[in-house]
């Protein structure tokens, strides 16, 4: 073990999966109030001393995204001047990581912005799952760790045994996601298919044709984000009416805004796997029924070991 002190602090983003790691790595979650003042300017107090320290903070830039990340930036920029020897930012789910590029003339490129706000602060390396861009590793040049959601998904799928004896196929819902789409099929002895589709619109999805041999089968669709649900929902609707005999969804993110879980809810689909990078909030929109949510507390809790002790992250996924 490395002679600085490990330690574990969380925004309020994700303050249960902040609990779950340090359950994991048998330590407590340090002493901090992320608050608010009347104004909604973010007020922070750290009620321990975090000097000479290995700091790692939990922080999804998810749902309200933009206090997400202003308590993280305002936590790192804290640590940094309480002398803190290594800040690391634990971002579960990048905020903004759907706008990695310029789509039409004078875009901004706001997962950049991210990540030069996150250096500038003072964060030393970020760890981070399942980048809707894995491009968005270079925006960063500090040390970033991009740990994959398919082998926890895929873990799950095969010892749960609900697809024993079943012919599986597993779909990417567009072109880009083809190559985690392929690794969760390869893990599960699976076909693979893909969606050909266009965005008319922000949000809107017009499916063109279906690509790979589905008649007759389980489909799993995989992505790595769940937004409003109407891709999700709309291609599952099409494979089934194309043959399949069933369709479940996985992903690593919940975004889930609404109506995501009404659709989901209302939808052919049997179940939607997911993680906890994100809470599922079913209190803000209602019933998660078809929703099962695994806990990546682990995962990430034995890369925070890996890095604090200077060992290789991808024996995690050996």
Do not use: W
């Not at 600085?4 to 359950?23: K, P, Q, T, V």
């Not at 190559?179 to 589709?197: G, P, V």
């Not at 194309?242 to 109506?259: D, I, L, M, N, Q």
Request: charged fraction near 25%.
């Amino acid at each position: 073990m490395a002679d600085r002190r490990l330690m574990l602090f969380s925004g309020n983003a994700n303050l249960g999966l902040a609990e779950e790691i340090a359950d994991y790595l048998t330590i407590p979650v340090g002493r901090a109030k992320v608050r608010k003042f009347k104004d909604q300017e973010i007020r922070l107090e750290i009620d321990e001393t975090v000097r000479g320290a290995d700091v790692f903070i939990v922080q999804p830039t998810c749902f309200p995204v933009n206090d997400n990340l202003m308590e993280l930036l305002i936590m790192v920029d804290a640590m940094r001047r309480a002398s803190a020897d290594r800040i690391n930012a634990l971002i579960p789910y990048y905020g903004y990581a759907r706008q990695e590029r310029k789509t039409k003339a004078r875009d901004p490129i706001s997962a950049k912005l991210v990540a030069n706000l996150l250096t500038a602060a003072g964060v030393d390396r970020v760890i981070t799952m399942d980048l809707h861009a894995g491009a968005i590793q270079g925006f960063f040049d500090i040390p970033l760790d991009h740990l994959p959601g398919v082998p926890l998904l895929a873990e799950y799928y095969k010892n749960s045994g609900i697809f024993t004896g079943k012919k599986l196929v597993v779909v990417s819902p567009d072109l880009g996601g083809v190559t985690r789409a392929r690794n969760l099929a390869n893990r599960l002895n699976a076909d693979i298919a893909i969606i050909d589709k266009q965005r008319p619109d922000v949000n809107q999805t017009e499916i063109m044709e279906i690509i790979g041999d589905i008649v007759g089968k389980t489909a799993i669709m995989v992505d790595d984000m769940i937004d409003t649900a109407g891709t999700i929902t709309q291609g599952a609707a099409e494979i089934m009416k194309r043959g399949a005999k069933e369709v479940y969804v996985c992903c690593t993110h919940p975004v889930f805004s609404p109506p995501a879980l009404e659709r989901l809810e209302q939808s052919v689909i049997t179940q939607v796997l997911t993680t906890n990078t994100i809470p599922v909030d079913c209190v803000r929109q209602g019933t998660c029924s078809k929703v099962k949510v695994l806990s990546v507390a682990a995962m990430l809790g034995g890369a925070i070991e890996r890095v604090h002790e200077n060992t290789s992250v991808s024996t995690l996924f050996d």
